[in-house]
């Protein structure tokens, strides 16, 4: 048995797919020129106000549900003061005391074992805007696009004890966030991030050790590694005798290592305060009742029916269920080719999704239909896609 333990917990950020931002009519569209998509609300000047956007809610409360939270019936926006040049206001208006969900929990899969992951809380936030480091420039400049883009932040106990096991819970999160509609989980455009908290503590210790926060996690693979290296980080300094210092930490995914950022804050170094341009969140009884009831089939409970129904291998059934484009492909397809869903999904996973994956694609961009997929169907797969590659 290793001597140390490691502890994770993880705070996601998904970015939902509204068309206007947190707090103004401003288009949240991806890739326009810079600082296009901004007025004088999400740019902060003096003596504007606020205007919830109630998409928002509503898209926070289902994940809550969708993840077992408790939707709160009453809850509050906080100031977060920080000085940074992409937040123009000099504060991100966000939750902590009374955020829209509370104590849910995600169940993971980690080799054929599952396992409970609480959720702390789900809270809506406004995303900040972006520096620009231009070194030939010898400058930097804003972009202020991204400034108040809403944003789910998801918030894990620290009940996460290897880096197989986080990049499970954020599979699983996201998901059910595309399950849901809500979110395009594009981890490339920054639409799903992850910051992870990591610490180690000798087996049997119930106190925490020390944690730092690796930012900079931009894909599952980096967040497996980022977090490997750092629990080796910590084991060496504890060997040699040194204490691990609380800080944000950087990865670099060339040197696959981390490196200090920036001391680590605590929430008292925001400054918390109830924003005092927005009134308290009113959600009643029967709104949360009436979005329960608009949940789709989630990832576990279709997969399970693919067990069930179809008689796929465990692996199969997840791969096909892990986004919901694929699977709705897959039960088209099976439907149309003479009840074999077992030929259909070794088609789907041997050629279809691998073509896909090699050529940037998704199954909902796929040009042949479900219904003319199966077996023996590769020929005219690659005639249809090359116009696409």
Known sequence: MPAYETVIGLEVHAQLNTESKLFCSCSTKFGNDPNENVCPVCSGMPGVLPVLNAKVVEYAAKLGLATGCTVQNKSVFERKNYFYPDLPKGYQISQLEQ?????????????????????NRIQMEEDAGKNIHSAAENASFVDLNRTSVPLLEIVSEPDIRSAKEAVAYLKTL??????????????EEGSFRCDANVSIRPFGQEEYGTRCELKNLNSFRFVERAIEYEVERQIDLIEDGEEVDQETRLYNPDK????????????????YFPDPD????QVDDAMIAEW????????????ERFLDEF?????????????????????????????????VANWMIGELLPYLNENGLTADR????????GPGQTARLRRHFPEDR
């Not at 996201?174 to 981890?187: A, C, F, P, Q």
């Not at 329960?292 to 997969?303: A, I």
Request: include cysteine.
């Open 311 to 343: 008689g796929l291998p465990q692996d199969d059934a997840e791969l096909l269920t892990a986004e919901l484009a694929v699977a709705e492909f897959f039960e088209a397809a099976a439907e149309s080719y003479g009840g074999k869903p077992r030929k």
């Open 174 to 187: 996201r998901s059910i966030l595309l399950y849901l509609g809500i979110s395009d989980g594009n981890m």
């Open 366 to 373: 796929c040009k042949l239909s479900p219904e003319a997929c």
């Open 99 to 119: 955020s829209i969900c509370t104590n849910g929990v995600l169940t993971i899969e980690v080799d054929g074992e599952k396992k409970d992951v609480r959720i």
């Open 256 to 271: 696959n290592a981390t490196f200090t950022m920036r001391g680590k804050e605590e929430a008292h170094d925001y400054r």
């Open 278 to 281: 927005l009134v308290p969140v």
């Open 292 to 303: 329960q009831g608009q949940l789709p089939e989630l990832p576990t409970e279709k997969r």
